[in-house]
């Protein structure tokens, strides 16, 4: 067999009792953490647009629209999740980046197949982790270049984690997930301009629910005979071939049975890129351990690896979503806000004088010693105040990270923080509940019942 096909076979084969205790205890956080990240996203004006967008289409299905009262096709109840699950850059990643999303375009797929079929939380659970597994190690093969090259990562790779998913809960046989892997290749697509544009950022909004939408459907499409190249990853015309620079093949299948992904889930704190956590934190512990303020301020130089200059150097961000990928400007919204607090990332803050003023003094270059450990990720802040003090932090695992990872409290309290205005103590504590006991539930609509929302 081919990696394809390897991955497939391992799609289509994993058993829940195969799973080790600590990764489906992983899998329970992000799912805990996705669900909560996409409730709250659900009241932001992109996500009530493809929630309207989908609605419009009148097609029923036994898939949960979240915060809806009717329910959609699993294809298209994901594809509205998933741009839920994405709308205000709190969804959990995959640490070292390698442009996964794995609760948006892991999870989300399968929950939604998973109503379709009437699966159990034992089978949804293994499906999530499998999916998992696929898509993570596509990112890791695929490599960093993708973005260099203008692609945005998780658009890219996850297709194949929905198709994973949703085929797994389908009931594919190994041929027919080899081609749903195959025709989720060709959903693959979103370029990063939304980085670079005036107008227009609200595309990055969309893409994760986009990629898992299609994920499903690739799966669909196989279940009904439907066929797509069995190299779909490998070939000299494959996924990794054509969207990386440098293709690492081997990671595809490397540690496969044995070595999990899902523990490498990184679970996020603040409502900005991935890439502004570790200076938001050093940054954070600088003031605490020195007591400065804004105004004391001369310079900020934060140092990382080489995407922090060439993707993320925004001083003038034109809005939300902008502001949310600048690291100049989140470094500086994180002096006069608390970043934990995803209201305080709003459209008047994009115009903020002082913030503003701030951003202009953040300076960000390439850390040569975080470039050749590959501490991806991480962050030197360097703080010089203008009586001619200087400090400096390293962060290389920021609260939240697979090896820093939050705790049962303080992923708790972030879910309720951010469904507080959506669900009611007593419905937050059955969700909760259900997502740790999520083996046990016989019927999956006792949990996704509880992602109505009590509005």
């Keep these: 067999m081919n990696a394809t096909q390897r991955l497939a076979n391992y799609a289509v084969n994993l058993r829940y009792g ?27 004006p992109w996500s009530r647009a493809v929630v309207s967008f989908v609605r419009a289409s009148r097609a029923k299905g036994r898939s949960t629209v979240f915060g809806e009262r009717w329910k959609a096709t699993a294809a298209q109840a994901t594809l509205a999740n998933g741009a839920m699950a994405h709308a205000f850059e709190l969804d959990n990643v995959r640490q070292p980046g390698a442009g996964v999303h794995p609760g948006a375009t892991a999870f989300l797929p399968a929950l ?33 270049s ?25 009931g594919l046989d190994e041929k027919q997930m080899v081609n749903a892997f195959g025709i989720a290749g060709s959903y693959s697509g979103g370029l990063m301009e939304f980085s670079r544009c005036k107008e227009g950022a609200m595309i990055k909004r969309l893409h994760l629910g986009k990629a898992a939408e299609g994920g499903v459907n690739a799966a ?56 502004a956590h570790a200076p938001i934190e050093g940054l954070t512990k600088l003031r605490a351990d020195h007591q400065f303020g804004p105004a004391d301020i001369q310079e900020i130089t934060v140092g990382g690896i080489e995407k922090l200059v060439t993707h993320h150097a925004i001083y003038a961000p034109t809005d939300l979503m902008a502001a949310q990928y600048s690291i100049p400007f989140c470094v500086g919204l994180s002096l006069y806000d608390d970043p934990m607090d995803p209201g305080a990332f ?5 115009r903020d004088k002082e913030i503003l003023a701030m951003t202009r003094r953040v300076r960000l270059k390439i850390d040569d010693e975080i470039e050749q450990k590959h501490w991806d990720r991480a962050a030197r802040v360097t703080v010089q105040l203008k009586d ?19 705790s049962h409290v303080e992923l708790e309290d972030k879910s309720r923080r951010l469904t507080k205005s959506l669900l009611a103590p007593k419905t937050f504590d059955r969700l909760v509940e259900s997502v740790f006991t999520l083996e046990k539930e016989k019927k999956i609509s006792a949990l996704s019942s509880l992602l109505r929302g009590d509005r």
């Excluded at 080790?20 to 805990?32: M, N, T, Y």
């Excluded at 996409?38 to 932001?44: E, F, M, V």
């Excluded at 945005?152 to 809960?169: D, K, M, N, S, V």
């Excluded at 709003?346 to 994009?350: A, C, F, L, M, W």
Aim: hydrophobic share 45%.
């Design 112 to 144: 939604a197949m998973a109503e379709e079929t009437r699966a159990d939380g034992k089978a949804l659970l293994t499906a999530f982790v499998a999916a998992c597994e696929v898509v993570s190690r596509i990112g890791v093969a695929a490599g960093n």
């Design 346 to 350: 709003d459209e008047k803050r994009v």
């Design 18 to 44: 195969q799973i080790p205790r600590e990764v489906i205890d992983r899998a329970k956080a992000c799912i805990l953490d996705i669900l909560a990240v996409s409730l709250y996203g659900s009241t932001k």
């Design 388 to 406: 001619g003090r200087r400090f400096a932090a390293l962060i290389i695992h920021f609260r939240g990270a697979p090896k820093n990872p939050l």
């Design 146 to 170: 993708l973005e260099k090259r203008g692609f945005h990562a998780p658009a890219l790779t996850g297709t194949f984690g929905g198709a994973a998913g949703a085929g797994r809960l389908l």
């Design 220 to 275: 669909l499409l196989a279940s009904k005979g439907f066929a797509g190249p069995e190299s779909v990853l490998e070939g000299k015309f494959g996924f990794c071939h054509v969207f990386s620079d440098s293709p690492q093949l081997a990671a595809l299948t490397r540690g496969l049975g044995r070595d999990f992904e899902s523990m490498n889930i990184g679970i996020k704190r603040y409502a900005c890129h991935i890439n």
